[in-house]
């Protein structure tokens, strides 16, 4: 099968043998794979993220010197089964799969381990019980959406958001586009992105965005439509005063009751819920200092540098850091879904397609935000420019 393999930040088109599931796993084709943009991160940096994950207890991510096919979001068809599965789709079944392999004990992530090739290829291996029949005729484009449709999808329900709050999106790449999307999809009804790029915030309007701020011009803790009864420490003060004078009123009423209560259903003052992904140093420590008391700071944007945050202004503030990566199989599940039945539209997400032969022109492209959100993969497409 003809694959894109990458060795030391060099892509190549190469003739690999086709290959062969083991117990547990399918053949796919592949019929369409998003490039993400940890994709773009690993191909220059795989060794740092290598390291990190080794510390974290991962020691079988990719390798600069390895030849690896990369490619972790993508739809494809059933071909073959291997041992020791249950044959649950017919070849020709659309599916999507969690980009993870075993072999033996052994978890690989697939597209970021040489021994789990990935959808930058005409084939890839997927785990059958990690892998789902695409529902209700979904394109392949918007299947092959699932993955990074998931991770914010994960990211908006570890947010804890009520629909009442407001939410703000600073940096619309495709991650923040993807937030911005499921922030919507999920009932929130004030939603703030912030980007420097023209392109970027007509985007993240397309996706829903209430508001859409250029920050070089305009602040968008300001910008809001519904204007939170809390912009700094005087206020979170007053409404302890205010509080207490009312519940003093109230005869025979033991008011610390009523603090205990708010503290067991999180009913207490809440600022907004802000999400991160923009993943560059001093971001997070920018946030601390702008963001209003009581916020909830989601962090998405992958930071691959050292970063130095300010700790006694996150805590004047008591400001909340949390956080995400990744998914579980309900929520990959429950994202094909509401993508399959129209709860939420990937299709702004998508900017560009090219073959094989274009994947390095693809990476070239993604360079620019002015040009390009997600470009997919056709593996039997020509195109060599997205």
């Known amino acids: 099968m003809r694959a894109v393999t990458v060795t030391k930040g060099e892509f190549r088109v190469s003739e690999l043998l ?17 490039i993400c943009g940890s994709d773009l991160h690993a191909r220059l940096h795989c060794d740092e993220l290598a390291d990190m994950a080794v510390a974290t207890g991962y020691e079988h991510f990719m390798r600069s010197d390895q030849s690896v096919v990369m490619g972790h979001e993508f739809c494809g068809e059933v071909v073959d089964y291997g041992p020791k599965t249950r044959k649950r789709w017919k070849p020709g079944t659309r599916v999507v799969s969690l980009p993870i392999l075993r072999h033996g004990d052994q978890p690989h992530l697939t597209g970021l381990s040489a ?32 993955e990074p449709m998931a991770v914010a999808w994960h990211a908006v329900r570890r947010s804890r958001i009520e629909k009442g709050q407001t939410a703000y999106v600073i940096g619309c790449g495709p991650i923040g586009l993807a937030v911005i999307s499921m922030l919507k999809a999920s009932g929130v009804r004030t939603v703030v992105a912030s980007d420097f790029s023209p392109r970027r915030r007509e985007l993240a309007a397309r996706c829903g965005a209430d508001v859409v701020v250029d920050p070089g011009v305009d602040s968008p803790w300001t910008s809001a439509p519904r204007k939170s009864g809390i912009s700094g420490v005087t206020d979170v003060l007053n409404l302890g005063f205010d509080a207490m004078e009312k519940l003093r009123r109230l005869p025979n009423v033991p008011w610390w009751y009523v603090f205990r209560a708010a503290h067991t259903f999180n009913k207490g003052p809440a600022g907004p819920v802000i999400f991160e992904c923009v993943g560059v140093p001093g971001m997070i420590d920018q946030l601390l200092t702008a963001a209003p008391p009581l916020s909830r700071i989601i962090v998405v944007g992958v930071c691959m540098e050292s970063d130095a945050i300010h700790p006694a202004m996150a805590i004047n503030k008591e400001i909340e850091l949390r956080f995400v990566l990744g998914y579980d199989p309900g929520e990959f599940r429950d994202t094909l879904h509401m993508i399959a039945e129209g709860k939420v539209d990937p299709a702004p997400l998508i900017t560009g397609t090219v073959g094989l032969d274009g994947v390095d022109s693809a990476y070239s492209a993604l360079a620019s935000p002015e040009s390009h959100a997600k470009i997919l993969i056709d593996p039997r497409s020509t195109a060599i420019a997205p």
């Open 115 to 146: 021994a789990a090739p990935g959808g930058y290829a005409e084939q890839v291996l997927v785990q059958e019980s990690m892998t789902f029949p695409v529902p209700n005729g979904l394109s392949a484009e918007h299947a092959a959406l699932t």
């Open 18 to 34: 086709t290959p062969t599931p083991g117990a547990g796993q399918v053949l796919v084709d592949v019929l369409r794979c998003g």
